[in-house]
């Protein structure tokens, strides 16, 4: 089994920036290791369905963003500390939601965009963004 767990939410007026932390632990079904898989980052608005933010492939090679995050948000990876990144700037108080990592543990590169490629999801972090 593997387990996420998000930090570094948390309250932010309009305009800052915020550093989700996602840390992995735990070896997958798929016999993989953190640094053998993709990884997502998502987010979920009250009253609204979970959105895709970004994701990462192995190595931290490529990335992928959707687009109203591409230019503000930056994905990364350390293999060696089994964590992965997610950069916020330039923050909007629509970007307010809980924010989810995820792994893609059956693959290493990024194969989609859809919550449900991913097998494994952390426990979510608030991030709120004030006007």
């Known amino acids: 089994q593997v387990q996420l767990v998000e930090s570094g939410g948390g309250l932010v007026q309009a305009g800052g920036s915020l550093r989700l932390s996602c840390a992995a632990s735990g070896r997958a079904a798929s016999g993989r290791t953190f640094s053998m898989y993709a990884m997502g980052w998502f987010r979920q608005a009250p009253g609204k369905e979970r959105e895709f933010v970004a994701a990462?492939?192995?190595?931290?090679?490529?990335?992928y963003y959707a687009d109203s995050m591409k230019g503000r948000f930056t994905i990364s990876r350390d293999n060696a500390k089994n964590t992965v990144y997610l950069q916020m700037n330039s923050l909007k108080p629509e970007d307010t939601a809980v924010y989810y990592c995820?792994?893609?543990?059956?693959?290493?590169?990024?194969?989609?965009?859809?919550?449900?490629?991913?097998?494994?999801w952390g426990q979510g972090t608030q991030v709120t963004v004030s006007s």
């Open positions: 995820a792994a893609d543990t059956r693959r290493g590169e990024i194969y989609s965009d859809y919550a449900r490629s991913y097998d494994y």
């Open positions: 990462i492939n192995w190595s931290g090679g490529s990335t």
